[in-house]
């Protein structure tokens, strides 16, 4: 997650989905990087979920893969 802090994957099994884990998670991580102004994800563009999630944080796409490797990806952007 985000430019100057490294990367860095956070999966939430399915399980545990839609209970405020993953919104709780990246709050945090973004609240402990204020000096990052501009965040990029990369997730794979079948797996709607992630896609979702990440547009109701405030992402917006800005890139499509299409098919690499059979899958196809999605890059993301949010500015502070």
Do not use: P
């Amino acid at each position: 997650l985000g430019c100057g802090v490294g990367r860095n994957s956070i999966y939430i099994a399915e399980e545990f989905r839609h209970m405020g884990i993953g919104k709780m998670i990246f709050e945090a991580v973004l609240e402990k990087h204020t000096e990052v102004k501009t965040w990029y994800v990369d997730t794979i563009l079948e797996e709607d979920h992630n896609v979702n999630f990440y547009k109701q944080a405030g992402f917006v796409e800005i890139e499509r893969e299409v098919e690499h490797e059979g899958l196809s990806f999605v890059t993301l952007i949010k500015k502070r």
